[in-house]
């Protein structure tokens, strides 16, 4: 007693006697963090451990736990963590009357649950993770001996992707209009066939650490080697690879993948991997929110959080109560989802993304069925209107000018979700019933051909409403069983089950090819295209268990399901570079093609990975649908149109398939999803690619407004191959 009297009190309230303290600050109201102390230990002397085990309590060290947690999310108010102390073990002076003893759980639930009515809900989340990130961390050594195996492709034994690359020292600079710098860093390097403008992106971008700052990394050699040596680590301690080559080969493989610009991954891998011991990796989130005002405003909460780590969410508003329908025991009407738009808009508006220059992203869906429909519709195109009307009196009406941060809803992408029903209903022109949410009963009837025409009116106005097709969507859904997909992430190429993650990479179309021997033209490189996908998807899958995630329902959806996403990039410069119209049936079936080989070699080890590790944790509930989507795509494979798709990859196509499919039957696959086809904005850029995600070229020669200021200049390096490739001559 005498011990933790004078050693741990006094620790936590160095400054103060607590003797004195209680006696002085018990006529208070207040209570302190040293009172409660001292009347805990009065009643409460020990802490159940595991094992029958008991210790003293170490006041000291729940108050630095509680500091520690407030550290790792980024609030450092030591005030603050003294007063939730006490709350803290003023609760425990409650609950324990001096005849129980608390286990360390007791203790934890208190603690968080203290967390959470202080409006700290992302410090409860962390501080409940700490225990098992503490026993990682402790266990955290290579074990070998059950995991995959992998073989040299790109790079070279005893020879360091690095080394076989030649560097160079540049300065990244970004100019505005009036040709002034808005950002600049002196002497970077950079790999010499890197362009400037993939220099200054991913400077200003990537690079971690402030300018002037000992911790500012100045080199591409630093940016990289953080996120590929920090993940082939964690997947050395996680038992990904059979032996210690295994991993030194995939390590070696992934940076030159990535130092060669061959693929990248999400931005927040970028800005998080290598930095925080817990990062966010995923860009894409899917949250549900429920119709009661907490559930509302702990979305609006996420939302912010997810936006500061980088990444994007979106959500189905569809459960919230129309406006046409009453609150609880009350005769007045609900605000409805359109209301609550608002407010999730303006704090979207206020984030700066990643901690950087990004706005943040989001998306938001109703469905058809919603009585609020209508108004969901038109509502983003009733704003642009009144960006026109402060434009035509002199506002300025650029993407950060006061005509457009003035109005609502210019933070968000909105979709309508339409079944096959009322597409269906559309064509027949007939009426279209909407269903109060509260009740289930009809509420407001419309024509369905009104609200479809008034989808394309308001879409062609201002880019909103899209349309998601929520049948389709969930016949190809490979976890039926564990729920409808409801919704979508920002871009809508992420779709899953409400509160999940996803973590994306793509790979840069234009770096997997190879010159032909007889023709001497380039020919897409089946199977260098694999060999990255491979890598690529195995360091994706070993980030889920690594990462953070914003609340428990994602975080245990992601570790259940392991969705991922992978992707590519740069299509339209390689159908250009094949002289092959975008739009064209030629060039439809080449990406087709392409697709089809990533996603089938991404399922297949997915579940070479699975016969190591398992499959996904809900794959036996779901096998079944599991097994239906990849034979679904097995046949689309089979039955796409051969016209403009090189021979070998179309032979290759159909054989990964087939051993996917049987591989999967035997062992399950890792990941409930596997691809996707994302936008790539800035990791396009990084990569040095003509063209982003799937998209044709939008001009030649292209300068990009940069959020946060700044412009850089694109210069498609595509068009003479083109010419080449349709026969012109050099002097044509």
């Excluded at 030649?166 to 950079?190: L, P, S, Y």
């Excluded at 980030?543 to 992707?567: C, K």
């Amino acid at each position: 007693f005498d011990r933790i009297k004078n050693l741990e009190i006094k620790k936590v309230m160095p400054e103060k006697n607590p003797v004195t303290t209680a006696k002085v600050e018990a006529k208070t109201a207040k209570e302190t963090t040293s009172d409660a102390v001292w009347q805990f230990i009065t009643s409460l002397k020990s802490v159940a451990k595991r094992g029958d085990k008991t210790e003293d309590f170490n006041a000291e060290k729940l108050h630095n736990s509680i500091v520690r947690s407030m550290y790792e999310t980024g609030m450092k108010d030591p005030e603050k963590a003294e007063i939730i102390t006490g709350q803290v073990i003023s609760r425990l002076n409650r609950i324990y009357d001096g005849h129980t003893t608390p286990t360390t759980a007791d203790i934890r639930e208190v603690v968080s649950s203290t967390l959470v009515d202080n409006n700290l809900i992302h410090i409860s989340k962390q501080y409940i993770d700490h225990r098992q990130r503490s026993r990682e961390d402790t266990a955290d050594e290579p074990t070998y001996g059950n995991g995959v195996t992998f073989s040299r492709f790109f790079s070279q034994d005893n020879l360091h992707p690095f080394d076989a690359l030649e560097w160079e020292k540049r300065d990244a600079r970004i100019t505005n209009e009036k040709n002034e710098v808005v950002f600049e860093q002196i002497g970077v390097e950079i790999p010499k066939s890197w362009s400037q403008t993939s220099t200054n992106i991913v400077v200003s971008k990537y690079f971690r650490g402030q300018i002037g700052k000992d911790d500012r990394e100045y080199s591409v050699k630093q940016m990289i080697g953080r996120v590929s040596s920090t993940i082939s680590s964690w997947g050395r301690n996680d038992g990904y690879f059979q032996t210690q080559d295994d991993a030194k080969i995939f390590e070696e493989e992934l940076t030159h993948i990535l130092v060669n610009q061959m693929a990248a991954f999400n931005s927040p891998v970028w800005f998080n991997v290598g930095i925080n011991p817990r990062p966010q990796c995923s860009a894409c989130f899917i949250n549900s929110v429920n119709d009661d005002m907490r559930s509302i405003m702990h979305l609006a909460a996420t939302e912010t959080m997810l936006f500061k780590g980088g990444s994007g969410t979106g959500s189905n508003l569809s459960t919230l109560r129309s406006s046409k329908e009453f609150l609880g025991g009350s005769n007045g009407r609900s605000s409805g989802p359109v209301s609550f738009m608002k407010g999730f808009d303006a704090f979207a508006g206020v984030i700066k993304s990643g901690g950087k220059t990004r706005r943040a992203a989001k998306m938001v869906v109703l469905n058809i069925d919603h009585p609020d429909i209508d108004e969901f519709i038109t509502c983003k195109a009733e704003e642009e209107k009144k960006a026109w009307s402060l434009m035509d009196a002199g506002y300025d009406g650029s993407i950060d000018g006061p005509a457009y941060s003035s109005i609502f809803f210019q933070n968000a992408n909105n979709s309508v979700r339409v079944t096959d029903d009322f597409m269906n209903a559309v064509e027949k022109d007939q009426d279209w019933q909407t269903y109060e949410v509260t009740t289930g009963e009809p509420s407001v009837k419309y024509k369905a051909k009104d609200l479809f025409n008034k989808i394309n009116e308001s879409s062609w106005q201002c880019g909103d409403p899209g349309v998601q097709y929520d049948t389709t969507t969930n016949r190809w859904h490979t976890c039926k069983e564990s729920g409808r997909i409801n919704a979508s992430n920002p871009c809508s190429e992420y779709m899953f089950l409400d509160d999940s993650a996803c973590n994306l990479s793509s790979l840069n179309l234009m770096k997997f090819r190879k010159k032909d021997e007889i023709t001497g033209e380039m020919e897409f490189d089946v199977k260098a295209f694999k060999k990255a996908a491979e890598v690529m998807i195995t360091a994706m899958e070993i980030v889920i268990d690594r990462s953070s995630y914003p609340t428990p329902a994602i975080e245990q959806n992601s570790h259940l399901f392991r969705a991922l996403g992978i992707g590519y990039a740069n299509l339209g410069a390689l159908l250009m570079s094949r002289g092959l119209a975008y739009d064209s049936e030629e060039g439809r079936n080449l990406a087709g093609a392409i697709t089809s080989l990533m996603t089938a070699h991404s399922y297949l080890q997915s579940a070479r990975i699975a016969k190591r590790k398992d499959p996904f944790a809900t794959y036996e509930k779901n096998s079944e649908s599991v097994i239906d989507v990849l034979k679904m795509h097995q046949k689309e494979a089979k039955d796409l149109d051969k016209n403009g798709v090189p021979e070998d990859l179309l032979l290759e196509m159909l054989a990964t398939w087939d051993k996917a499919v049987d591989k999967a039957e035997v062992h399950g696959v890792r990941n409930a999803q596997i691809s996707l086809l994302a936008p790539t904005g800035t990791i396009a850029f990084l990569m040095d690619c003509d063209t982003t995600g799937i998209e044709p070229d939008i001009a030649l020669v292209k300068y990009k407004w940069l959020v946060g200021g700044g412009m850089v200049k694109i210069v498609n390096q595509s068009v003479g191959e083109a010419l080449s490739r349709l026969e012109y001559s050099k002097e044509q």
